[in-house]
């Protein structure tokens, strides 16, 4: 946990450095997909591989749902397979007694945030388009990816497209914030965490006191 807190921390300077060091909102916002992409690379490796299928998935969905006069099986469809992803890592917990894989960190938290896309897009009809790495950002931002929370497409979209100046008064407080909710986290509830798992596991050895 500590590892992942010191990648967080780091990965946010160098993605803010670099984000106001680049002028055009396109660059930006492929600088902002590449660091959510490594982040979760050095947390899970190979395993990325699912995120990459459920990002496919949610943008051709999603041009289908424009391009086409079957809406309604277009996103069932969708909603279908981002579904069966994760229903089959969650079932194969239970096939594996002995040597259980484990699930991909933010697997459910991005696989819903997927189907919310793909509704939103569905419910659209003014005809608005998202760009593949719009798709991909918003699936896979490294900073709620972990932990949320869910967000609609259109305002997380408005963001991404404007045109941010740098604030450094703006910045030292927010890196107050991220760094103290972060201490919080992987110091305080996660360690509070492993001895209540510990306890549990053998819960009748506890006392009603």
Do not use: C, W
């Amino acid at each position: 946990m500590a590892g992942t807190f010191l990648h967080i921390i780091i990965l946010t300077g160098i993605s803010i450095a670099l984000y106001y060091s680049i002028s055009k909102t396109t660059l930006r916002n492929s600088l902002l997909l590449l660091t959510s992409l490594l982040f979760y690379y050095m947390l899970e490796g190979e395993k990325i591989a699912i995120l990459g299928i459920i990002i496919i998935t949610s943008f051709f969905t999603a041009k289908l749902l424009h391009t086409t006069h079957y809406k309604k099986y277009i996103l069932f469809s969708g909603i279908a397979i981002n579904v069966l992803l994760l229903l089959s890592h969650k079932y194969m917990l239970n096939i594996y007694p002995f040597h259980k894989p484990s699930l991909p960190i933010g697997l459910s938290f991005y696989t819903f945030q997927s189907i919310s896309y793909i509704i939103d897009v569905y419910r659209k009809k003014d005809g608005t388009t998202y760009s593949f790495v719009e798709t991909a950002t918003f699936i896979a931002f490294f900073p709620k990816l972990l932990a949320g929370p869910l967000e609609r497409i259109d305002s997380f979209i408005h963001e991404l497209r404007k045109i941010h100046s740098y604030n450094g008064k703006r910045t030292f407080t927010a890196f107050k914030i991220i760094t103290y909710a972060l201490t919080v986290k992987f110091v305080l509830a996660d360690q509070i965490g492993v001895s209540v798992d510990g306890s549990l596991l053998d819960y009748n050895s506890l006392s009603a006191i």
